[in-house]
């Protein structure tokens, strides 16, 4: 069955080539010029990814984002944005996003994070079925974390990072090993993904998100969750853990052979 995308961006030139371009590699593709609009077809026909435009009129991306995941925690969307600013990419990944594309952009990088997002979101859920440190237990068949008996349901980005973290509980893992488990090869200098979705975990699943608990920093290192016994407090140095990582890695040669550069400043961007 073709992998269901649905393009939401106000301009009809872009959803044109876009269009275009993914039926022509195998994509079933619907289309949607506003965010409102976007979020009704949701209701009554699903979709396997989203890409959705960050700058629409109305009611933009970050709102129908944010909109999507109140009732959708698991399906991937791609942000689209003008700006390579970290602020946008920070407010995409924070307002829901799984991945973001700034235009003007290759097509092929395009279907090559399309493909990414929708595979890690079909892949199948690993055999912990139940992992428990002290007061908290994740819970691999409902991709719920359990703190004290109240059920927390994370995205499956977010609970990909949780549960490979407490599968080794009080060990450090390092940033590059899990953008590479959670996200892929390609994604393992992205760190501010990570660093992203480590805030939006905390605010989920701390009791003070400015002084966590469970999901623990280790400068220069990565991450880990508290291992069994008394709690800790974490050692939390943005600069630290800023310092120790490099440039964004660049996407090369992914994608479909053949597929031209687009560059949509010639057809107008929003």
């Known amino acids: 069955m073709a992998t269901k995308v649905l393009i939401v961006d106000d301009d009809s030139a872009i959803r044109r080539v876009l269009t275009t371009t993914l039926r022509a590699v195998g994509f079933e593709v619907v289309e949607s010029s506003r965010g409102e609009e976007a979020i009704s077809l949701l209701g009554v026909s699903p979709c396997d990814a989203i890409v959705l435009d960050m700058n629409m009129p109305s009611?933009?991306?970050?709102?129908?984002?944010?909109?999507?995941?109140?009732?959708n925690a698991d399906v991937p969307i791609l942000m689209l944005t003008v700006r390579n600013t970290e602020d946008d990419k920070v407010n995409a990944l924070e307002a829901g996003a799984d991945d973001y594309v700034t235009k003007p952009f290759a097509i092929r990088e395009l279907i090559a994070r399309i493909n990414a997002v929708v595979r890690r979101a079909q892949k199948p859920?690993?055999?912990?079925?139940?992992?428990?440190?002290?007061?908290?237990?994740?819970?691999?068949?409902?991709?719920?974390?359990?703190?004290?008996?109240?059920?927390?349901?994370?995205?499956?980005?977010?609970?990909?990072?949780?549960?490979?973290?407490?599968?080794?509980?009080?060990?450090?893992?390092?940033?590059?090993?899990?953008?590479?488990?959670?996200?892929?090869?390609?994604?393992?200098?992205?760190?501010?993904?990570?660093?992203?979705?480590?805030?939006?975990l905390r605010k989920i699943i701390e009791d003070d998100p400015a002084h966590?608990?469970?999901?623990?920093?280790?400068?220069?290192?990565?991450?880990?969750?508290?291992?069994?016994?008394?709690?800790?407090?974490?050692?939390?140095?943005?600069?630290?853990?800023?310092?120790?990582?490099?440039?964004?890695?660049?996407?090369?040669?992914?994608?479909?052979?053949?597929?031209e550069f687009w560059d949509f400043e010639g057809i107008g961007m929003s």
Not at 59 to 71: E, L, T, W
Not at 140 to 149: A, S, Y
Not at 159 to 178: C, Y
Not at 240 to 257: D, N, P, Q, W, Y
């Open 59 to 71: 009611m933009g991306g970050i709102a129908v984002c944010r909109a999507i995941r109140k009732v």
């Open 125 to 200: 859920v690993e055999a912990d079925n139940m992992l428990t440190v002290n007061d908290v237990s994740l819970c691999g068949d409902r991709h719920l974390f359990i703190k004290r008996g109240v059920s927390m349901h994370l995205t499956r980005t977010q609970f990909d990072i949780v549960q490979l973290l407490m599968r080794s509980p009080g060990r450090a893992i390092s940033h590059r090993k899990i953008l590479t488990e959670v996200w892929g090869a390609e994604y393992r200098d992205h760190v501010e993904y990570l660093r992203t979705y480590v805030r939006q």
């Open 212 to 259: 966590p608990q469970y999901l623990l920093t280790v400068p220069y290192v990565g991450y880990k969750f508290r291992e069994a016994g008394p709690s800790q407090v974490a050692l939390d140095d943005p600069d630290a853990e800023a310092a120790c990582v490099g440039g964004e890695a660049e996407l090369r040669g992914l994608g479909h052979k053949g597929l």
